[in-house]
């Protein structure tokens, strides 16, 4: 059996000293980045990865940390949900939903412990799920040549476009703004400077980690500073935590129902962890009708989006390894990291860098233990981060993020930007166009027109090679389909509102 | 609607100024079927377009915060910009208390709780860069250390 020669390979790599000890950090940090309102995962890891750097890690180490954060903070989000009523996190709004009512009901113990078996189980799953079909999809991908890559990446600007936005129109120029900037500089075949403006800073490019921590972390101050942090009061104290056996038994088949919805919308390219936790929430409330009670503080409307936000974010892994197409925010983000690390995912990281795959993988599903124990016997230590003031938040986010940037190239230039892109963000937001099409767009930039060139290179310049093959044809259907259908569903999965008191 | 309107005017001058200068972009004698310019313009194009969409399908108004807010954005972006040049020449650790003494004065507008999270956050981030991570951070000016 192959997989497990790969998975021994993975737990050899993963049960070293240092690799563990980098999951368990990883994972410690990830939930309080989880937990902490105003630092979401995108956020958080994107603070991190020029950090990540300076400590001179290896490609694998540097992964197992950053995944491990990226794990933790998916089950860190769901704590401000519960006892804030403000997601850590976009895909922890829907635990909001029952997870805030139940805890004025006084079980915000209850709560925490029930979302985080249902975290562990979705995450866990997902796991092992990403273990069975990521080698599957690399075998295909294996068969995509430039004009399937160039209609895979279409697919991942319109599902994202499509499923992420309220409007079209603003999805698809978020993207563009993404593509345009990622063509600004050198360009790859011709050696010439591109749309520089005579500007030497502009001839390597905008760095993807630039606009990531512009657009995120420093939009973010903006957004505290005008609401001058009153988001950030504390709503709901835990007493004691105890296990509550029956609802995570009563809520079993919920959890994974949820787990297999999740994973399914993390796999698609651009959909993510958000519309999992959405899917699942939905599909368990039409599954229990109106005697459900969702809504109200019942167990299984906290497991379900719990176990489909975790799923998800594992499913996301699955094309962003084999295809090289992130699926969600946060993933992108990732795919940031293992550029930076000269990691080409892909179909062929499977055969040239089999310890990279399988050493994250073997740390994904020791790190789910680890999250589990940190997030349900001493949930109450994350609990308290929560207290960490606004005021003292926000600008330590800011000075870490000027001084991660900064230790990257050591330009004025870079931070210049990075403000800007900040500003942009803030811009953006307000008017309701989404910012991860943009980060998308400047990582997948260069990719999608070098192989759109090197389709029409293949073809002598004939358009129809775009079409010329059956995967190719289906990519661009499900493309069209992703962008066009979520016009006519929007009424129909309208995103429900934050229960207010 | 007019922000989505004005942004969407703005959005297409920049297209089009996007899509003239990438049509002014050189070519080498070695060129493939698209060229440097093709995708570049093909970009601008579908910007253009969606841009005109939001001028004339626009979205209900968002909620923008009243001029006093503007004023103190505009003071935060100013702060990070002479941040960002000042933190080469006067070192890590003015520059910082500064900045961020004022970015939490304007979260949370209490004096004594921003000079608290201003020299608390200099000083706790630069030993935590110095010493636990390695970064090259100077902490005073290089002259006035001499």
């Known amino acids: ?501 | 609607m007019f922000s989505d309107r004005i942004f969407g005017l703005v959005a297409a001058l920049l297209a089009l100024t996007y899509i003239v200068s990438a049509s002014q972009i050189q070519t080498s004698f070695l060129t493939d079927p698209v060229g440097p310019k093709g995708f570049p313009i093909l970009i601008g194009i579908v910007a253009a377009i969606c841009a005109l969409f939001m001028v004339f399908k626009p979205d209900p108004e968002p909620e923008w915060p009243v001029a006093r807010t503007f004023g103190a954005l505009a003071i935060a972006v100013a702060i990070l910009i002479g941040y960002a040049f000042a933190l080469r020449p006067l070192g890590f650790i003015v520059p910082t208390a500064i900045t961020a003494g004022i970015l939490s004065y304007q979260i949370s507008p209490r004096w004594k709780q921003a000079i608290f999270a201003g020299v608390a956050l200099s000083v706790g981030l630069f030993i935590v860069f110095k010493f636990a991570l390695g970064l090259g951070l100077s902490p005073f000016p290089k002259d006035f250390l001499g």
């Open chain 1, 1 to 501: 059996m192959d997989l497990f020669t790969n998975l021994a390979l993975g737990f050899s790599i993963a049960l070293s000293p240092y690799t563990l000890m980098l999951a368990v950090v990883g994972c410690f940090l990830g939930t309080i980045i989880g937990a902490l309102p105003g630092l979401g995962p995108s956020n958080g890891v994107a603070i991190l990865i020029p950090l990540t750097f300076t400590l001179g890690l290896d490609a694998t180490s540097a992964l197992v940390l950053m995944t491990s954060v990226y794990y933790g903070a998916m089950y860190g989000g769901r704590i401000s949900s519960i006892l804030l009523n403000i997601p850590g996190d976009e895909p922890a709004l829907m635990t909001t939903l029952d997870g805030y009512p139940m805890a004025k009901k006084g079980r915000a113990g209850d709560a925490l412990v029930l979302s985080g078996v249902a975290s562990f189980v979705g995450a866990f799953l997902a796991t092992v799920g990403l273990m069975l079909l990521a080698p599957l999809l690399a075998q295909i991908a294996y068969q995509f040549g430039p004009a399937e890559y160039f209609a895979l990446y279409l697919l991942a600007f319109c599902t994202l476009g499509g499923m992420a936005s309220n409007n079209q129109a603003k999805a698809a120029i978020a993207s563009c703004i993404g593509l345009g900037i990622a063509m600004i500089g050198v360009d790859n075949s011709s050696g010439l400077p591109r749309l520089t403006g005579g500007n030497l800073h502009l001839y390597d490019g905008v760095d993807f980690l630039v606009a990531i921590v512009g657009l995120f972390a420093i939009a973010e101050v903006f957004f505290f500073i005008e609401s001058h942090g009153k988001n950030t009061t504390i709503g709901v104290k835990v007493d004691k935590v105890t296990i509550p056996w029956k609802d995570i038994y009563h809520t079993r088949w919920t959890m994974l129902r949820s787990t297999v919805v999740g994973f399914i919308a993390g796999v698609l390219p651009g959909a993510g962890a958000s519309l999992g936790s959405f899917m699942a929430y939905m599909s368990e409330k039409s599954i229990a009708g109106k005697d459900g009670g969702f809504g109200t503080g019942v167990a299984k409307g906290i497991a379900a989006p719990e176990a489909g936000n975790n799923a998800a974010a594992g499913g996301a892994l699955v094309p962003m390894l084999t295809l090289g197409v992130p699926g969600s925010g946060t993933t992108a983000v990732l795919l940031a990291l293992l550029m930076t690390l000269n990691i080409t995912p892909g179909p062929t990281l499977f055969t040239d860098r089999p310890e990279v795959v399988w050493g994250l993988i073997a740390s994904l599903l020791i790190a789910n233990f680890v999250l589990l124990l940190m997030n349900v016997p001493m949930v109450k230590i994350f609990v308290r981060v929560l207290q960490v003031p606004a005021w003292i938040l926000l600008p330590g986010v800011t000075m870490v993020s000027f001084v991660g940037i900064y230790s990257l190239s050591g330009s004025w230039f870079d931070l210049i930007l990075m403000v800007g892109f900040g500003v942009l963000g803030y811009i953006l937001r307000k008017l309701d166009i989404p910012t991860v099409p943009v980060i998308l767009g400047i990582l997948l930039g260069g990719n999608m027109e070098t192989s759109l060139r090197r389709a029409m290179v293949l073809s002598d310049g004939d358009w129809v090679f775009l079409f010329s093959t059956p995967i190719a044809i289906g990519l661009w259907i499900a493309a069209v389909a992703g962008f066009v259908a979520p016009m006519y569903f929007r009424s129909v999965l309208k995103k429900p509102q934050r229960v207010t008191d």
